[in-house]
């Protein structure tokens, strides 16, 4: 019968090499959507949850035999799942009623768990929750943007010259579409024109994606507005 506390190199290659791959699937996506947490991030993660849970399982295995000694393989694991969640916060922004950075938060977490499921040698679990992933952050994506997208805030960003009287307008435009706005934001803009400019930014929530050619249009033909943009916050 194997020693279960005992593992070759050849089975420790096979596991880290496979955290690196699954974690840059996962990573290449985020990545790709220019988040925080991109390649290198999430491959690091899972690589090191793996060594961790390698290290919790067989690191002490000189120590087996000794007669006050217990070994729990699952406590090394327990903590990387807590600690996990430091990192995690750190790509979740707060801006008024705008919170964006979740979905980086939670791959960065389930990365850190297929670490661990790899390091244990639990592949299948491992491979199959790699790929749900991926799917739920690629295709279900898309189907959020195509069918929830008017529930999405988007960051309506506006350079005028400091007028009376434009902010008024821009209003009565966006409440015509039945635009609702979350939250307004003005600073000053530097500009090497002799009239003072400020950006106005609107956090706001579309009814349809369709319209907002024609915001955009309406906002810009406005007297004193001199650009405009419209972004989506991003998860």
Not at 67 to 90: C, E, K, M
Not at 127 to 145: D, G, T
Not at 164 to 171: C, D, M, N, R
């Amino acid at each position: 019968m194997e020693n279960p506390w005992v593992i070759d190199q050849l089975h420790i290659t096979i596991r880290l090499v496979l955290a690196l791959f699954l974690g840059g699937l996962i990573g290449f996506e985020r990545e790709v959507s220019s988040h925080a947490a991109g390649l290198r991030t999430h491959i690091l993660v899972c690589v090191g949850s793996a060594l961790v849970m390698l290290l919790s399982m067989y690191g002490f295995s000189a120590f087996v035999n000794e007669v006050n000694v217990r070994i729990d393989p699952s406590r090394l694991a327990a903590q990387v799942i807590s600690g996990i969640g430091f990192l995690g916060a750190g790509t979740i922004m707060f801006n008024g009623r705008s919170i964006t950075g979740l979905t980086t938060a939670a791959s960065l977490w389930v990365v850190a768990g297929i670490g661990l499921a790899i390091g244990a040698g639990f592949y299948y679990p491992a491979v199959l929750v790699c790929f749900m992933v991926l799917i739920s952050l690629f295709i279900l994506n898309k189907v959020e943007h195509k069918y929830f997208n008017g529930k999405k805030v988007r960051v309506l960003k506006i350079q005028a010259i400091d007028q009376p009287g434009t902010l008024g307008l821009i209003t009565t435009i966006l409440g015509k579409r039945k635009i609702d706005i979350k939250q307004i934001k003005l600073e000053e803009s530097e500009d090497d024109s002799k009239d003072n400019h400020v950006q106005i930014t609107f956090h706001v929530t579309i009814p349809k994606p369709s319209i907002i050619g024609l915001v955009l249009e309406e906002t810009n033909q406005i007297q004193g507005v001199t650009g405009v943009a419209i972004e989506n916050s991003k998860n």
